[in-house]
């Protein structure tokens, strides 16, 4: 069965700072992997995917995430986050762009001033 | 552009009434479209598939006849929640994917259900 793991509940950074937020998946196949971020309010927006290619995404607002097949991984980055950043992330994982996903239980990051 | 739509936003329904919640595509068509369930600080969890002109596809433990789909057109998915009850209060979003072009996927902005 399929799976996605966030470690990180809840993270807070300074406005400024760098971001990773990691991200763990179990898939039988090839899987397409994705990066949702979900604001009070709003529809979950998406940031990056990635099936094939160069394992460094780059994606909208800044942020880019890694795929590294040997762990198992998708975290994602951003070099200086923005205190607008502040929102719900959830990494999730498909067997395409238009098909059912599973989600991952979500970071929420806090960003400081 | 590919924007979807819920309606209502937020509802709050007495126990053992239904309700129904609206899915739109406002710009595209989408073949697909799937129903998430949320809990407070939870993730989304897949309640079913929708297909236009098609029964749709429960996911394991979802009770299809609590939990009604129906995809009547290529813009339009919905969701009857029958004999509610409180623990049926939450977060239920849809998503609308692409009959054609980058197949992606959109989300709407959900719909807060709460019973009481």
């Known amino acids: 069965a399929q799976s996605v793991t966030q470690p990180d509940i809840h993270i807070t950074v300074s406005e400024g700072a760098s971001l990773e937020l990691r991200c763990n998946y179990s898939?039988?196949?090839?899987?397409?992997l994705f990066w949702y971020v979900q604001s009070p309010g709003q529809g979950l927006q998406l940031l990056l995917k990635y099936f094939s290619g160069d394992t460094l995404v780059q994606g909208i607002k800044g942020f880019e995430a890694e795929f590294k097949r040997s762990q198992s991984s998708f975290n994602l980055r951003k070099p200086s986050v923005h205190w607008s950043d502040a929102a719900e992330y959830f990494c999730?994982?498909?067997?395409?762009?238009?098909?059912?996903?599973?989600f991952g239980t979500g970071t929420r990051l806090q960003v400081t001033l | 552009g590919a924007v979807v739509s819920q309606h209502p936003s937020w509802v709050i329904c007495k126990s053992g009434t239904s309700v129904k919640i609206e899915c739109r595509s406002l710009d595209f068509q989408a073949t697909t479209m799937f129903w998430y369930r949320q809990f407070p600080k939870q993730s989304l969890m897949l309640m079913a598939t929708?297909?236009?002109?098609?029964?749709?596809?429960?996911e394991q433990g979802v009770e299809k006849d609590k939990f009604l789909i129906n995809h009547a057109s290529l813009t339009l998915s919905t969701l009857t929640v029958t004999s509610a009850h409180p623990e049926d209060s939450s977060f239920y979003i849809c998503?609308?994917?692409?009959?054609?072009?980058?197949?992606?996927?959109?989300f709407g902005p959900g719909t807060r259900l709460t019973v009481t």
């Open positions: 929708s297909n236009e002109g098609s029964k749709a596809t429960y």
């Open positions: 999730a994982v498909g067997a395409g762009t238009a098909s059912k996903l599973t």
């Open positions: 898939y039988g196949a090839t899987p397409y």
């Open positions: 998503s609308a994917a692409r009959t054609s072009g980058d197949e992606e996927q959109y």
